[in-house]
């Protein structure tokens, strides 16, 4: 009997074929989507005052979630912990990836066909991205449902039981060509937290 182990190598220097790549974002984060019991209000995700509860979604730092090795933000007080594009934001993915992955969530309804654009050294590549609302029960456009809580923090009550998802959502990108950076386009529902790149 033999027991095979998954090992999964975080190589932040990205140097190795197939490691897994966090990106930075810190510095388009805007959004505090995350809060924790006491006070329940340092958060507001939706736009209506409910968060994520910072004890079920992973800690700050370089996490593994699912296959992708992310740099978690900050999830205390109001420190931002998403980018919300509600402009056309760019952020730096500089190296030549197979796929990224984000670890993403939408408010207020799905966040469907979303405008993104690949930035590589030789030309720009234009695609979409869809992402499922955070309260939708299981992924509509074929996301991996990355982490899902057993409610929300916020409100008058303080918590509730509705289950709010971060999804993973796959963008392929061409590992024969050299990425710069990513543009999410407008959109007053996606959310992103963390990008991962795979080193093609
Ligand atoms: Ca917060």
Not at 128 to 145: K, L, M, Q, Y
Request: hydrophobic share 40%; glycine share 14%; proline share 8%.
């Amino acid at each position: 009997m033999t027991k095979t182990l998954q090992v999964t190598v975080v190589d932040v220097s990205c140097s190795a074929t197939g490691s897994l790549c966090p990106l930075d974002l810190t510095a388009s984060l805007g959004l505090d989507g995350v809060a924790g019991s006491t006070p329940a209000t340092q958060g507001g995700f939706d736009g209506g005052g409910w968060s994520f509860p910072a004890d079920q979604v992973p800690a700050p730092g370089i996490q593994v979630v699912g296959d992708g090795a992310f740099r978690i933000p900050d999830t205390t007080g109001t420190a931002p912990n998403f980018l919300a594009p509600l402009a056309p934001t760019t952020v730096p993915a500089v190296g030549t990836f197979s796929a990224l992955t984000l670890l993403a969530s939408a408010r207020n309804g799905d966040a469907a066909a979303v405008p993104v654009t690949l930035h590589y050294a030789d030309g720009d590549v234009a695609t979409t991205i869809s992402v499922s609302d955070w309260a939708a029960g299981s992924p509509r456009f074929g996301e991996a449902d990355l982490v899902r809580t057993s409610g929300r923090v916020g409100g008058p009550s303080g918590t509730d039981g509705l289950a709010v998802h971060l999804w993973g959502v796959r963008v392929p990108t061409d590992p024969g060509r050299a990425l710069q950076s990513v543009t999410f386009g407008a959109s007053d529902r996606v959310a992103v937290m963390a990008v991962t790149g795979r080193r093609g």
